[in-house]
């Protein structure tokens, strides 16, 4: 039985996807200071791991999310709010509309939480932005500021989600539950550095 064509799906971003994902390669390009995008996603999964997550209803693309380590994202060190973390993954962008970005978020904790890692942190603009995740939207998500600073026509302020703990996870989970229904991250964790698998997808 086939899914029913609106229902979303979400799914590990790759390098095919560049042309289909509206703004991907833009983002890519802004973060990585020219890299072609096809080419650092590549590059970036070999010796790290998955770069985010798309979110598509039938064959339309919705949004996606974009992080990887600090490093792979030179762009990051122009901004003078630092230092940033060097543990810590770079959240570079979610797009979509508030519903998309939030269910991306989850997966991208969910994802990054059980690939071990402490924190993540954004640069995130004060006003809409092109390829910024937007404060306000990551504050009322359960995110923390820790710095703020202007550069060139904007202002931006540095922010951090700790995945210190399931703990902590599902408590963020459960902050944007009331605006969205997204999957459960509450479960024990079976050792150190690894979350427990989620209770279960909810159906959408």
């Known amino acids: 039985m086939k899914a029913a064509p609106f229902v979303p799906t979400i799914v590990a971003i ?10 991907l390669e833009a983002a890519i ?10 080419e650092w996603l590549r590059e970036l999964e070999g010796c790290w791991g998955g770069a985010g997550f798309v979110l598509r ?3 339309e693309v919705q949004g996606f999310v974009l992080c990887g380590p600090r490093e792979s994202l030179p762009r990051a060190g122009r901004y003078p709010v630092g230092p940033l973390d060097d543990d810590a993954v770079l959240l570079a962008f979610v797009g ?7 269910r991306l978020l989850v997966r991208m904790l969910r994802d990054l939480r059980l690939r071990g890692v402490g924190s993540v942190e954004a640069i995130a603009s004060d006003r809409e932005t092109p ?21 060139r026509l904007g202002h931006y302020t540095l922010v951090r989600t700790e995945l210190a703990s399931a703990v902590e ?25 690894v979350l427990a698998q989620a209770d279960g997808e909810r159906r959408e």
């Open 14 to 23: 790759s390098p095919e996807m560049v042309e289909e994902a509206p703004g």
């Open 57 to 59: 209803r039938a064959d």
């Open 131 to 151: 390829h910024h995740a937007h404060t306000a939207f990551l504050l009322e998500s359960g995110w923390r500021p820790i710095r703020h600073a202007p550069y």
């Open 169 to 193: 996870v599902g408590e963020l989970a459960r902050s944007l539950v009331g605006k969205v229904r997204l999957p459960s991250l509450k479960g024990k964790v079976p050792s150190p550095g």
């Open 96 to 102: 979509g509309d508030p519903r998309t970005r939030r």
């Open 29 to 38: 390009s802004f973060w990585t200071e020219g890299r072609p995008a096809d």
